[in-house]
């Protein structure tokens, strides 16, 4: 991630992306939010999952992947005041279904 963001910062400078931006009508509120992203978005989601990755199998720390999404549409239904459709909530009906059956070895034993 490292290695993508120093490329993609060289890269806009190289095509003089920076001066097309409007830094005074860029929030403190954004950027406080690209901090918290940066920090627990990356940093501690990484570190956790390599931490999970020695204890846990593979197939259960994969799961993470199709969990998050649930949570971050759950948490625009409550917090952002976001709107599910019928075809959204039998979507992730089915992520949950699926995350249960991966773990389901696990819980039978």
Known sequence: MLTAGIAFLAWSLLLGEWKKVGWQHVSAGAWLSVAYLVVFGSLVAYSAYVWLLRIRPPAQVSTYAYVNPVIAVLLGVFFAGE??????????????GSVLLINLVKYRS
């Open 83 to 96: 709107h599910l459709s019928l075809l959204q909530v039998c979507g992730l009906a089915v992520i949950l």
